[in-house]
């Protein structure tokens, strides 16, 4: 298990950008594939973005493509998401994610084994 603490949420008018960072500890970092989620108010939760272990391979929703830029730094066990161009809708808690490589076959591409407590990002309009 890899404990996760997301730092960076906060209020911010449309049009703002933010900086998301994800610490993670306990285990080897650079073995766990990485991810950041949202839940809005009344919605589902998604995912945002992903990366992979070594931070070659990135994935992200079709609502943020060109706008977020997920990264890591193993070096720093972090995580981070660069968000630019916030809408008022994107307004949610974010959340971090991981799970290890072991564990990535078996487990589906939206399914993750450890996660943070979250931080609240207001999108202001």
């Known amino acids: 298990q890899v404990q996760l603490v997301e730092s960076g949420g906060g209020l911010v008018q449309a049009g703002g950008s933010l900086r998301l960072s994800c610490a993670a500890s306990?285990?080897?970092?650079?073995?766990?594939?990485m991810a950041w989620f949202r839940q809005g108010p009344g919605k589902e939760r998604e995912r945002v973005a992903a990366i992979s272990w070594s931070g070659g391979i990135t994935s992200y929703a079709d609502s943020v493509k060109g706008r977020f830029t997920i990264s890591r730094d193993n070096a720093k066990n972090t995580v981070y998401l660069q968000m630019n161009s916030l809408k008022p809708d994107e307004t949610a808690v974010y959340y971090c994610?991981?799970?290890?490589?072991?564990?990535?076959?078996?487990?589906?591409?939206?399914?993750?084994?450890?996660w943070g407590q979250g931080t609240q990002v207001t999108v202001s309009s």
């Open positions: 994610a991981a799970k290890s490589r072991l564990r990535a076959g078996v487990l589906g591409p939206y399914q993750y084994d450890d």
């Open positions: 306990g285990r080897t970092f650079s073995n766990y594939f």
